[in-house]
């Protein structure tokens, strides 16, 4: 069993930075992308980034250039550094594990309980 747990959130003004991270329990040895998902109110849950073990690095469009995730795996640790930070990147934060099983051949997504982050003056 994984569990994921978020810290890092906050109030920030346009402009500014936050940086998010994600404690992982559990092994994360295998094949598994980490990463990090958003939900803004009113609106569905979207992708922002994910890094696989080996530090292949994906990202939404809307958070190119702005947004770097990283991940430390010997701490079981990832982290999403947001910078120039915009009003529409207010959401509840999630931090994601997926988890591939080669004996099963499906793969697993966890979920943390989300980190709020709000871009306001």
């Known amino acids: 069993q994984v569990q994921l747990e978020e810290s890092g959130g906050g109030l920030v003004q346009p402009g500014g930075s936050l940086r998010l991270s994600c404690a992982v329990s559990?092994?994360?040895?295998?094949?598994?992308?980490l990463g990090w998902y958003r939900q803004a109110p009113g609106k569905e849950r979207e992708f922002v980034a994910h890094?696989?073990?080996?530090?292949?690095?994906r990202y939404a469009d809307s958070v190119k250039g702005r947004f770097t995730i990283s991940r430390n795996n010997p701490l079981k640790r990832v982290y999403l550094q947001m910078n120039n930070l915009r009003p529409e990147d207010t959401a509840v934060y999630y931090c994601?594990?997926?988890?591939?099983?080669?004996?099963?051949?499906?793969?697993?997504?966890?979920w943390g309980q989300g980190t709020q982050v709000t871009v306001s003056s």
């Open positions: 890094s696989s073990r080996t530090g292949i690095t």
């Open positions: 559990g092994d994360i040895s295998g094949d598994n992308l």
């Open positions: 994601s594990g997926q988890f591939y099983s080669h004996y099963s051949q499906q793969t697993t997504q966890y």
